[in-house]
């Protein structure tokens, strides 16, 4: 199994849904930028942070926030509606450390409190 670290800024603020099974899903996607001057670009990264962790962690993870996150990598491929193949590039996130920034300032966070991982996944983490 191969892992992958991306940092980067949400686009967006994230979003907590649960399946069916009852666990908790909190979606968002990171802008990682490749190159420098003129040929910067882009590329979105669609994350998945399961569990409690999850839960706990969503009111953090607003449009703008820097954050560094370390999972399971995969791609995705699929047709548009006018058959235009498409492909993205996923992450199952194991562990997430929050950078700064964002829409949270009326949620402030402790300097020494700033990631979570799987080891602490039972645990209160610590904002």
Same mark, same amino acid.
């Given at each position: 199994?191969?892992?992958?670290?991306?940092?980067?800024?949400?686009?967006?603020?994230?979003?907590?849904?649960?399946?069916?099974?009852?666990?908790?899903? +909190?979606?968002?996607?990171?802008?990682?930028?490749?190159?420098?001057?003129?040929?910067?670009?882009?590329?979105?990264?669609?994350?998945? +942070?399961?569990?409690?962790?999850?839960?706990?962690?969503?009111?953090?993870?607003?449009?703008?926030? +820097?954050?560094?996150?370390?999972?399971?990598?995969?791609?995705?491929?699929?047709?548009?509606?006018?058959?235009?193949?498409?492909?993205?590039?996923? +992450?199952?996130?194991?562990?997430?450390?929050?950078?700064?920034?964002?829409?949270?300032?009326?949620?402030?966070?402790?300097?020494?409190?700033?990631?979570?991982?799987?080891?602490?996944?039972?645990?209160?983490?610590?904002?």
């Amino acid at each position: 199994m191969s892992f992958m670290t991306v940092t980067g800024r949400l686009g967006r603020d994230a979003e907590l849904k649960t399946t069916t099974g009852g666990t908790k899903v +909190l979606s968002f996607s990171i802008a990682d930028d490749i190159g420098w001057g003129d040929k910067k670009r882009t590329q979105w990264i669609a994350c998945a +942070l399961f569990g409690e962790r999850a839960e706990k962690l969503a009111q953090y993870l607003t449009k703008g926030t +820097l954050i560094e996150a370390h999972g399971v990598p995969s791609a995705r491929a699929w047709k548009k509606k006018d058959g235009e193949p498409q492909a993205s590039l996923e +992450l199952t996130v194991n562990e997430v450390k929050l950078h700064g920034g964002g829409n949270r300032e009326d949620k402030p966070v402790a300097d020494n409190a700033r990631a979570t991982s799987r080891d602490d996944m039972d645990s209160e983490i610590p904002f």
